[in-house]
Each structure stands twice: as C-alpha cells, then as structure tokens.
C-alpha cells in the first residue's frame, strides 16, 4: 500500500475556498486516488477519486499532480457542513481494502 | 432510508460476554467490510466478504468472528468481549467497479467494560 502525508490539521473561513494536500509519492501506476472524508459522529462518506486527470463532482475537485506523486482536494467554498476529517487513500482497482491513515481535520471558521 | 445500516447503534456489555454487531445493506453490492476506529486514529479493517462464501481477515481480526448470512448482512461477533475491544465499530459496503467506492454505515458505539 502506498504511504501517505496529510498535515494534521487546517483551517478555513465560511465561503472561502479550501486546499487539503496529500503527498503519496510511493504510489504505483495503476492505484486509485480515493478522498474520503468522516464529519463528527458519522460514518466516513466517499468524497471523489481519480486516476490522472483531474475529476470534478458536486462536492469537490481533485487536482493530481502530473507525476501523480501529490494530490490536492479542493473544496470551492466551504461551508460549515464541510468541517470533518478528510482522508486520502490510494489503492490499486480491485484491491480489498481502503487504508486509513489519520487523515487531515478540517476546521471551517463562520 | 439508508442504504446501509448497523443494529444496535450504542452498546454496553461486559468483559466475557459474547456480542454480535449486524450490518444491513439495500445497494445490492457484493463486498461488505467490517472496521473498527479509535479515537483519534484512522479506520482499521477488521474482516471482508466479497461474496457470500467468501470470507477474509483483516489487519486486526483476532478476538473477532463474522459470518455473511446473505448478500445483503454481514456480521460481527466478538467471543468473549474485553475492554480494549472498546470502539466504534463501521461497517461498509461496495461493489465491483474496481475502482473501489466503498459506502458506510453509521457505526455502533461499543463500551466494554
């Protein structure tokens, strides 16, 4: 499984755009990037994936980089709703099991 | 209603008692996984099913015991509970796309004491 770094913690304004990296530099060529993110006293909750182009869904966009070695989440405008634990996870198509790791807690300030 | 779910969702039992944690789900996938999460840390697996006669440990399955009764339940027994099995315990579903979208239940609180 690749390695991943996720700061510990960031912090954002209401309305204001919000950038989560995630350094996975081990990764292989055929892994996932899967974003994942767990709001308090919920379970985690799908968020996007990609594989090497950037993605876009309705709550999110993913940013890889071209040597696909980083990836960013970026949530456009947070809201308060958006404050949780966001996780990013590679793992190889068909593999059993998504690794956790401790994630990054994101705290959005009204 | 959801499309994953977890009975009971609060537990209190005592060290030695056996329990048992059940997951249902209405997607109509294949794979099911139970995980256990400590506070403060990430989700571990504990078991997974990709089939109805398929069964697998995870990183952490000692002390635990599943059984898949049906495509759509998955459950978890502890044998004899202890107090460091004490956590919140997710269990999660997801189909064979290979690209590996997996989708949770609400998670059962479990206190050991």
């Known amino acids: 499984d690749a390695k991943t770094t996720q700061p510990n913690s960031m912090e954002s304004n209401e309305e204001e755009p919000v950038h989560l990296p995630c350094n996975h530099s081990t990764i292989s060529g055929t892994d996932y990037i899967h974003w994942y993110r767990q709001l308090p006293s919920q379970g985690p909750e799908y968020v996007i994936h990609g594989l090497t182009s950037n993605v876009n869904n309705r709550m999110a966009s993913l940013a890889i980089a071209e040597d696909r070695k980083s990836s960013t989440l970026i949530l456009h405008r947070a809201t308060l709703r958006d404050a949780a634990v966001y996780y990013c996870i590679p793992i190889q198509g068909g593999s059993e099991k998504l690794v956790f790791g401790k994630g990054t807690k994101l705290t959005v300030n009204p | ?113």
């Open chain 2, 1 to 113: 209603d959801a499309d994953v779910t977890q009975t009971p969702r609060n537990r209190i039992t005592k060290t030695g008692k056996r329990i048992m944690l059940e997951c249902s789900q209405t997607k109509g996938h294949d794979r099911m996984y139970w995980y256990r999460q400590d506070p403060g840390l990430g989700l571990r697996l504990i078991y997974y099913s990709f089939d109805v006669k398929d069964i697998n440990k995870g990183e952490i399955s000692d002390g635990y015991s599943v059984s898949r009764q049906a495509q759509a339940k998955f459950s978890l027994s502890l044998e004899s509970a202890i107090p460091n099995q004490t956590a919140l315990y997710f269990c999660a579903t997801s189909d064979r796309t290979g690209e590996e979208t997996q989708y949770f239940g609400p998670g059962t609180r479990l206190l050991v004491l």
